[in-house]
């Protein structure tokens, strides 16, 4: 998604910008620009390559500034183009650049905005909601960038950060953020605008958060807050001390490959102390949150979402406590009856998809106020949101098709499931001690699991032939079945859904052919014969079975059935385990097909727009 890195300084930042957008690469974007000021002179480079051809264009114009605004950009209001791609500018009656604006969100009343300016006056070079900001900005400056910004940004409607630059005013840049996370980087002698820590954090001392509302004016060694109310404000400095290292690809071809590698110490991270499960294992303040719900309401998108369905069986099978699930961006324009004993349960490897955080906020404004986020960055917006979070240790993704984050969030929803059984004191000890055991041996039950990649790179080659995939899945298997068919989407670009297997009569069992690989996550739990019966549906109409089983399952390979057996059936946790090949399944039939696996076409890591 769209990623911001600008620079007030007394160096050349040229390189330092860029070098942020190499880090932002990650979260998706479709093409990138820069603009520096230098002599009083406004220049810019944009690019619908990689950021890597933004810095061959920089030294070949020898462009170069100690201000400066940078941006990767993920097209929403106009196509992928040189022209569409920040920074956008407005201009003085001579043509001359004044203003300069980066922007990540959506500007939804901008039509309204670009009628109200003077036609004449202002040349539209793009098909962008931000460059009708940028004139806008220009219309209103009244010698004071600073207040011009308060003033327009009153007229948005929508979610934003910018930065803005105006020439008349070169010792400072402007930034204002609405729904999307911008945060300010204080450095030595200078100071930086980004919509991620991660673009600046080996340049930076302190970080602040931006709140919603808030305009700041940045220059090199000071900076100014102004809030929703129009005061100025102390917003809390967080020390830089743990630097995100830079991510590294080591000895893998890619970082969802590296990060399914990852898993066992993620989910060893993740579990913490697991020996000593408690009440207190979320800490003691969650006594009365636990103690006074009667139902849990799950917030998310995407895989996120899948995590939160495989949730619904344990919370519900384990702590008897009725869980709905809802997809974000639905719940948040449907009318649902609330309950306020909820325990409204966000779940998102970003902590800032705006969907989830809108779903949130539509949450407590129904007066649901038990809020917690299971979130893998510290920090992220909807963390702060939520009165009550459990940071899962997957450490950064960077593959935009989560793995790594869908198995820790698992994790924590299992810890959630027993720790609210027992404060219903409904887990037998000897449960407990068993679960625990099981959890305690997961991280290596991942890694024997991971051991089977050989065998999965012989199904892949079979799936990189293929245009259709069917996954099918029982139970609390189901959502996993959901997750090995995302997966395979996005990575692969091969066509792939997923049912639930007693589903299949009733539609899907049409599409079955010898044309159709199906894969069936079959472990050998108590729908262990009905989901056999599913998998003769199948073969009997010609399609071949892809099957994940374990031994206890006795399912063997045979004409047009394929096994791979899996380590011993996990019980509750097995959702886990069945998670680690189909994630391995997506990859490597990617890997044959050469796509972009780590930044598939049209998606983005952190989905900052509605
Ligand atoms: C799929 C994927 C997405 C995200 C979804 C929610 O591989 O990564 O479906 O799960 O965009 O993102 P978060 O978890 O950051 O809220």
Redesign the pocket.
């Known amino acids: 998604m769209c990623g911001i890195v600008s620079a007030i300084s007394y160096r050349n930042i040229a390189f330092t910008l860029t070098e942020g957008l190499l880090r932002l690469e990650y979260r998706g974007y479709d093409s990138c620009g820069i603009a520096l000021f230098k002599d009083g002179e406004l220049t810019r480079v944009r690019s619908m390559k990689r950021v890597s051809d933004l810095e061959k264009q920089l030294l070949d114009c020898r462009f170069d500034g100690c201000i400066g605004l940078a941006h990767t950009r993920w097209a929403t209001h106009g196509i992928p183009s040189k022209y569409n791609a920040h920074p956008h500018f407005s201009r003085d009656k001579f043509g001359k650049p004044t203003i300069a604006l980066v922007h990540n969100g959506i500007i939804e009343n901008y039509e309204e905005l670009r009628n109200s300016l003077d036609k004449d006056s202002y040349d539209f070079e793009s098909q962008t909601d931000t460059e009708v900001l940028a004139h806008l900005l220009n219309d209103f400056y009244d010698g004071d960038i600073f207040r011009t910004v308060l003033n327009v940004t009153k007229l948005l409607k929508g979610s934003y950060a910018i930065a803005v630059f105006c020439s008349n005013e070169p010792d400072r840049i402007i930034g204002a953020r609405q729904g999307s996370p911008l945060i300010i980087g204080i450095g030595v002698d200078e100071n930086y605008l980004s919509s991620d820590s991660l673009a600046i954090s080996d340049k930076i001392k302190d970080l602040i958060y931006l709140e919603d509302g808030d305009i700041v004016e940045l220059k090199r060694k000071s900076i100014n807050i102004i809030d929703s109310n129009g005061s100025y404000v102390e917003r809390y400095k967080h020390s830089v001390n743990n630097i995100i290292a830079t991510p590294n690809l080591g000895k893998y071809r890619h970082y969802m490959q590296k990060e399914i590698f990852e898993q066992p110490r993620a989910v060893a991270d993740t579990l913490h102390n697991v020996d000593n499960l408690s009440h207190d294992f979320f800490g003691q303040d969650y006594y009365d949150l636990f103690n006074n719900i009667d139902s849990v309401l799950i917030v ?5 979402y899948y995590a939160g369905m495989t949730a619904k069986y344990w919370i519900e099978s384990l702590a008897k406590i009725r869980v709905d699930v809802e997809i974000a961006s639905e719940y948040i324009y449907r009318d649902s009856v609330p309950n306020p004993n909820t325990l409204v349960l966000a779940i ?3 902590g800032e ?1 705006a969907d ?1 955080l809108s779903a949130l906020k539509h949450a407590k404004s129904l007066g649901l106020k038990n809020t917690m986020a299971i979130c893998n960055m510290n920090n992220s917006a909807i963390v702060r949101e939520c009165s009550f979070s459990y940071i899962t240790q997957a450490g950064i993704e960077i593959g ?3 793995t790594k ?1 869908f198995t820790t969030q698992l994790t924590a929803l299992f810890l959630l499931s027993i720790t609210l059984a027992r404060y219903r004191s409904i887990l037998g000890k000897e449960q407990e001690v068993a679960y625990c055991r099981d959890l305690r041996h997961l991280p290596s039950a991942i890694g024997s699991v991971l051991s089977l990649e050989p065998l999965i790179m012989e199904w892949a080659k079979y799936f990189a032939h293929k245009g259709n995939s069917l996954f099918l899945g029982r139970g609390r298997h189901y959502p996993i079945a959901l997750e090995g068919a ?2 395979m989407k ?1 990575v692969t670009y091969i066509h792939a859904e997923a049912y639930p297997a007693g589903e299949l009569k009733h539609g899907p069992l049409a599409l079955v052919s010898e044309h159709m690989p199906v894969v069936v996550v079959a472990p050998s739990d108590r729908l262990l014969e009905k989901l056999k019966s599913n998998m003769q549906e199948v073969r009997a109409r010609g399609g071949n079975l892809y099957v994940l089983a374990d031994k206890g399952s006795t399912i063997s390979n045979d004409s047009g059935i394929n096994v791979i057996h899996m380590p011993e059936y996990y019980g509750m946790i097995s959702p886990i385990l069945y998670t680690v090949p189909l994630q391995l399944l997506a990859y490597h039939t990617a890997l044959i097909l050469g796509t972009d696996i780590d930044k598939p076409r049209n998606l983005a890591k ?2 900052t727009v509605e």
């Open positions: 998310a998108c995407g895989t996120s998102s490897q970003s998809t989830t935009v098709a989560s984050a995302l997966k996005e952190s989905v």
